[in-house]
């Protein structure tokens, strides 16, 4: 699978859009992206995936970039809630061996009031 | 996270002792990962498995863990003569089988996680 970069923390306000930004340059067109996130002592949570198109369902939106190298995830109206460990993850689809998801370091994300 | 269940929610063993952790996965799925999470670090993959198959046990510990999904019942992650650093968050997660994939894909849910404290 191919590898993401991710900023470590990032803090938001309270109310405003939070963008979190992942590279993944070495991605391959078989490969998704999606979304987790932790938050403090729960398991993660699925949040959004998407292949090339944009996204968005009723926790974020997901902006790809046209060679699919980046891509966003949108938090449009952040709340103290959602103060998480925030993982992009590219993943494999093509193979059952690829099935599972590797985990980096993520964004941690701290919404301040 | 909803629908993946995991349960004990927290054990605690002595060293030595075995650990039993079950993980019934969301209606309709066929296919259960683990992950450990020790403390104050990343989420690791451990195995996957299909019913009655591993698939993958790449993340696996080569002695005292093992891992089975029988055809009938949860899937357990078993660890024996359990150490201090076996301490850590086991998460489970599971998805649908290929042929029911959703729209856009496989999409891996994950249950709330077992806690065991080794002492």
């Known amino acids: 699978d191919a590898k993401t970069t991710q900023p470590p923390s990032m803090d938001c306000a309270e109310g405003r859009a939070a963008n979190l930004p992942c590279n993944h340059s070495t991605i391959s067109g078989n490969e998704y992206v999606y979304w987790y996130r932790q938050i403090h002592s729960q398991g993660p949570q699925y949040i959004i995936h998407g292949l090339k198109n944009n996204e968005t369902n009723e926790m974020a939106s997901l902006i790809i970039t046209e060679d699919r190298k980046s891509s966003t995830l949108i938090l449009p109206h952040a709340t103290l809630r959602d103060t998480a460990v925030y993982y992009c993850?590219?993943?494999?689809?093509?193979?059952?061996?690829?099935?599972?998801?590797?985990f980096g370091g993520g964004t941690r994300v701290l919404v301040k009031p | 996270n909803a629908g993946v269940m995991q349960n004990p929610r927290h054990l605690v063993r002595r060293r030595g002792q075995e650990a039993r952790l079950r993980c019934s996965p969301m209606?309709?799925?066929?296919?259960v990962y683990w992950y450990r999470q020790l403390p104050e670090e990343g989420l690791k993959f451990m195995v996957y498995?299909?019913?009655?198959?591993?698939?993958?046990e790449s993340g696996m510990p080569k002695e005292r863990f093992s891992a089975e999904f029988p055809k009938e019942g949860p899937s357990i992650l078993r660890i024996q003569q359990v150490v201090r650093g076996d301490s850590a968050a086991y998460f489970c997660?599971?998805?649908?089988?290929?042929?029911?994939?959703?729209?856009?894909?496989?999409?891996?849910?994950f249950g709330e996680g077992s806690w065991l404290t080794v002492v």
């Open positions: 209606k309709g799925h066929s296919h």
């Open positions: 997660a599971s998805s649908p089988r290929r042929l029911q994939q959703e729209r856009y894909g496989n999409t891996i849910y």
């Open positions: 498995l299909q019913k009655e198959n591993i698939i993958d």
């Open positions: 993850i590219v993943r494999l689809m093509i193979k059952a061996a690829g099935n599972k998801l590797t």
